[in-house]
Structure formats: structure tokens, C-alpha cells
């Protein structure tokens, strides 16, 4: 398992997956290749099905024409055995003849990855992996999530890097609060955050929070879908539920940013292992792995900043999971908006509930994180391709503009 710097990626949006990583790939891949004449580019599955809605080609465009021509080439009905993301980087020189070939995958969350496990990221740090081997670790040593995750990294600028992913949550809740107008895409999607949080204004204190908790998760996903700049967490089209939830309980209550940032590493660790022991990539497990995920580790930040014992921030990051499984991925006209959007504000609410419910019992249930997580992966494996982000099924295929 990786540091939690991998769960928090700071870039512009619409995909984590499909936007973030593919520049990435393209910025190594013209390192390797800077007297290239050419590249190719070739996408595979969900890739080249939704890329040109996330943005895909001009992610990569943006980097290698700036050297040389660039053809792109979509393949959305091959996907490669090892991941659903694949892409795969030509380059040539003044005769035509390749210099090098590379295929890689965008594994979720930003992340890139190579046939047969070689990652392409920073190394395995954490030597426990699952969350109740974790809970025992807290319970013997009397320690907390967030002192686990400080232990292990041991990196003294940890809190420093985490200090500027909450400022850039912050950032985009404030951006995406103050910009109205159309979202850019062809479904002409009106921007809600400026509304919902006047009107949350009016309110009486119970609506009043559950409107801003709206308005907060809304700002943020309406600035990914713009491109803004925004933390993944997991991924692009979950960034919104996380940053909701922190930025209502430092608004409402006052929270200091210490224990804010200490949330922010106990979530991180909640992501880690989802995204260790099954996945956090839309294309490979649908969307139960990225609003699902996003949501359990929102429940256990605003379980731990409201004095959740471990037990207690464990069952509400279990309740926040499981309340997701079988969720697909399936965004209309392949744009990270329809349903994505509203997802992230009701995953932000269902992760305040689950810390309310959860805070009401001693933290003893039946089902743990880890078997949530394991069964989301299975869920994940078992639904068809038609369901994990090709637009092609679910909602991307039924929807139709209703008229008023």
C-alpha cells in the first residue's frame, strides 16, 4: 500500500482517470522520446469510449503537439486483458521508423500502472493492509487511524502536503460557489451550487446544514466538470463528497485546521485500502468504487473530527461503503455531469448520517470494511462492461431531456 499522497492528486479535472493520467503518461512518454517527428496514440475500452467527454485527447494533445503531430486512435470495443483503461504511446522518427512502444494503464484515482504489476508510481510503504489488522494496531497501542498513517509514512512535510490539499478543497468549494452560468459539454448543464447554498441560507438550522453540505459537494464537482483545479479523492468525479464534509464541519463548527488535516490522513488511509485491496477506477469496479469510496472516507473524517472512537470511524466508513455496492458507472454523453454531479452531494450527506449512526452504538457490528471492500471488488468484476464507465448502458443509454 502506498502513501496517501497517491489518494489525494492535485490537477485539474473532468477524470482522474481519463484526464489527470493520460497527461501524466503523455509527459514521461515525451521525456523518453523529446526528438520524436511523431507520436500515436492508440485507446482502449473505456478510455476511447469516454474519453472525448473527459477530455482524453485534449489532455494528451495538449502535451505531445507541442512537439509533434499527434494522431489519435479510439478503440473503444477492444479491451485489454490487464485493465479497462488502456492506452498505448508510439513514437517515430524522420523515416517513419518507431522508436519505442508503450502501453500502460490508468488504474483509477490518476494512477498509472504496467502489465504485470510494475507500477508506475511510488513504492509499497505500509506494511498492513486491512483495515481490521489496522483497528487492532490502534487498539494495542491506544493510537488513532491518523497516528498510524503519521507512523508509517514518517515523512516530516506529510502534514504540510496535506495542508495544501485541504487549502485547494477549499479553493475549489469557494470558486464553485461563486460562478453561475453552463457547465461546458453538450447537455447545457445549468451550475446549482450559487443556488443552493442562498437558499440553504434561509433555512432553519436542520435544512439549513443539509443544504449547505449540498451546495459545498455541488461547487466542487461543478469546478471538476469544468476543469477546475481539485483534489482527487479518490478520484476526479468523486472530489466533491470529502471537501463537502470538511468544509461544513470547519464552517459550522469551527473546527481547527490541525484536526481538519488529521481527517484528511485518516480518510486517506480509508481510500488506501479500497484502493489496495480492490479498486477505486470507475472503469474497472463501476461507481461504487468511486463515490462509494469517497463516501466511506468522508464518514470516517466527520466520524473522527466529531470524537468517533476507532471502532465507531470503522463502522462508519463500513456503512458508507456498503451502501454503495452495485452502484454503476454510467455518465450521460460520457461527460463526468449526469449523474455524477448529484451523486457527490448525496454521497456527502450519506456519509454525515452514517457517522451519526454510527456514533450512536459502541462501533460493534457484523460486517467489517475489509469484507465490504472484498465484495466490491467481486461486485465490480461481476457487472457487465456495459456498466463501468462506456457510456453505453444504464442511465448513459436511457436518458432523454425531459421536457417542462
Same mark, same amino acid.
Request: hydrophobic share 40%; aromatic share 8%.
Given at each position: 500500500?502506498?502513501?496517501?499522497?497517491?489518494?489525494?492528486?492535485i490537477?485539474?479535472?473532468p477524470?482522474s482517470?481519463?484526464?489527470m493520467?493520460?497527461r501524466?503518461a503523455?509527459?514521461?512518454f515525451?521525456?523518453?522520446?523529446?526528438?520524436?517527428a511523431?507520436?500515436?496514440?492508440?485507446?482502449?475500452g473505456?478510455?476511447?469510449a469516454?474519453?472525448?467527454?473527459?477530455?482524453?485527447?485534449?489532455?494528451?494533445?495538449?502535451?505531445?503537439e507541442?512537439?509533434?503531430?499527434?494522431?489519435i486512435?479510439?478503440?473503444? +470495443?477492444i /479491451?485489454?486483458?490487464y485493465?479497462?483503461?488502456?492506452?498505448?504511446?508510439?513514437s517515430?522518427n524522420?523515416?517513419?521508423?518507431? %522508436?519505442?512502444?508503450?502501453?500502460?494503464?490508468?488504474?483509477g484515482g490518476?494512477?498509472l500502472?504496467?502489465?504485470?504489476?510494475?507500477?508506475?508510481?511510488?513504492p509499497?510503504?505500509?506494511?498492513?493492509?486491512?483495515m481490521t489488522?489496522?483497528?487492532?494496531?490502534? $487498539?494495542d497501542?491506544?493510537?488513532? /487511524?491518523w +497516528?498510524?498513517v503519521s507512523?508509517? +509514512?514518517n515523512?516530516p512535510?506529510?502534514m504540510?502536503y496535506?495542508?495544501?490539499?485541504?487549502?485547494?478543497?477549499?479553493?475549489a468549494? $469557494?470558486r464553485?460557489?461563486?460562478?453561475?452560468?453552463?457547465?461546458p459539454?453538450?447537455l447545457?448543464?445549468?451550475?446549482?451550487?450559487?443556488?443552493?447554498?442562498i437558499?440553504?441560507?434561509g433555512?432553519?438550522?436542520?435544512?439549513?446544514?443539509r443544504?449547505m453540505?449540498?451546495?459545498?459537494a455541488l461547487a466542487?464537482?461543478?469546478?471538476n466538470?469544468?476543469?477546475g483545479?481539485?483534489?482527487?479523492? #479518490?478520484t476526479? !468525479?468523486?472530489?466533491g463528497?470529502?471537501?463537502?464534509?470538511?468544509?461544513?464541519?470547519?464552517k459550522?463548527? $469551527?473546527?481547527?485546521?490541525?484536526?481538519?488535516?488529521?481527517?484528511?490522513?485518516? =480518510?486517506?488511509l480509508?481510500g488506501?485500502?479500497?484502493?489496495?485491496n480492490?479498486?477505486?477506477? !470507475?472503469?474497472?469496479?463501476?461507481?461504487?468504487g468511486?463515490?462509494g469510496v469517497?463516501?466511506?472516507?468522508a464518514?470516517a473524517a466527520?466520524?473522527q473530527?466529531?470524537? !468517533?472512537?476507532?471502532?465507531?470511524?470503522?463502522y462508519s466508513a463500513? %456503512? =458508507?461503503?456498503?451502501?454503495h455496492?452495485?452502484?454503476?458507472?454510467?455518465?450521460v454523453?460520457?461527460?463526468?455531469?449526469i #449523474?455524477?454531479?448529484?451523486?457527490?452531494a448525496?454521497?456527502?450527506?450519506?456519509?454525515?448520517?452514517?457517522?451519526i449512526?454510527?456514533?450512536?452504538?459502541?462501533?460493534?457490528?457484523?460486517?467489517?470494511y475489509?469484507?465490504?471492500?472484498e465484495?466490491m471488488? %467481486?461486485? !465490480?468484476?461481476?457487472?457487465?462492461?456495459l456498466?463501468?464507465?462506456?457510456?453505453i448502458g444504464?442511465?448513459a443509454?436511457?436518458?432523454e431531456?425531459?421536457?417542462?
Amino acid at each position: 500500500m502506498k502513501t496517501i499522497k497517491e489518494i489525494y492528486r492535485i490537477g485539474h479535472g473532468p477524470s482522474s482517470s481519463h484526464t489527470m493520467a493520460p497527461r501524466r503518461a503523455s509527459e514521461q512518454f515525451l521525456a523518453r522520446n523529446p526528438e520524436a517527428a511523431r507520436f500515436e496514440v492508440t485507446l482502449y475500452g473505456s478510455l476511447a469510449a469516454t474519453g472525448k467527454g473527459h477530455l482524453t485527447d485534449v489532455a494528451i494533445l495538449d502535451v505531445l503537439e507541442k512537439k509533434a503531430p499527434v494522431t489519435i486512435i479510439w478503440k473503444n +470495443e477492444i /479491451f485489454l486483458p490487464y485493465h479497462p483503461n488502456g492506452m498505448t504511446f508510439k513514437s517515430f522518427n524522420n523515416e517513419n521508423v518507431m %522508436m519505442e512502444e508503450w502501453t500502460v494503464y490508468s488504474v483509477g484515482g490518476g494512477a498509472l500502472e504496467e502489465e504485470g504489476g510494475k507500477k508506475n508510481s511510488s513504492p509499497d510503504i505500509y506494511p498492513i493492509t486491512k483495515m481490521t489488522d489496522i483497528l487492532n494496531w490502534c $487498539e494495542d497501542t491506544g493510537k488513532g /487511524f491518523w +497516528e498510524y498513517v503519521s507512523d508509517v +509514512e514518517n515523512d516530516p512535510y506529510l502534514m504540510d502536503y496535506l495542508e495544501e490539499v485541504w487549502q485547494t478543497m477549499q479553493n475549489a468549494v $469557494e470558486r464553485g460557489l461563486q460562478t453561475e452560468g453552463r457547465l461546458p459539454g453538450p447537455l447545457n448543464l445549468p451550475r446549482k451550487a450559487a443556488n443552493y447554498y442562498i437558499k440553504a441560507v434561509g433555512y432553519q438550522r436542520s435544512l439549513r446544514s443539509r443544504g449547505m453540505v449540498f451546495s459545498y459537494a455541488l461547487a466542487v464537482s461543478e469546478e471538476n466538470a469544468s476543469g477546475g483545479l481539485i483534489v482527487t479523492a #479518490p478520484t476526479c !468525479g468523486s472530489s466533491g463528497v470529502l471537501p463537502a464534509v470538511l468544509y461544513h464541519s470547519y464552517k459550522a463548527y $469551527e473546527i481547527a485546521k490541525p484536526r481538519i488535516l488529521k481527517a484528511i490522513a485518516t =480518510a486517506g488511509l480509508v481510500g488506501n485500502i479500497a484502493k489496495t485491496n480492490a479498486s477505486i477506477s !470507475g472503469a474497472e469496479v463501476g461507481c461504487q468504487g468511486e463515490i462509494g469510496v469517497a463516501c466511506a472516507m468522508a464518514a470516517a473524517a466527520v466520524c473522527q473530527l466529531f470524537g !468517533g472512537s476507532c471502532a465507531q470511524i470503522e463502522y462508519s466508513a463500513e %456503512m =458508507a461503503l456498503e451502501h454503495h455496492l452495485g452502484m454503476t458507472c454510467d455518465p450521460v454523453c460520457g461527460l463526468v455531469q449526469i #449523474p455524477c454531479i448529484e451523486r457527490n452531494a448525496f454521497a456527502a450527506a450519506r456519509a454525515m448520517d452514517a457517522n451519526i449512526f454510527a456514533t450512536y452504538t459502541d462501533g460493534t457490528h457484523r460486517v467489517s470494511y475489509d469484507k465490504v471492500v472484498e465484495t466490491m471488488k %467481486m461486485t !465490480g468484476h461481476d457487472m457487465p462492461h456495459l456498466y463501468r464507465e462506456t457510456s453505453i448502458g444504464g442511465l448513459a443509454h436511457n436518458y432523454e431531456q425531459m421536457d417542462y
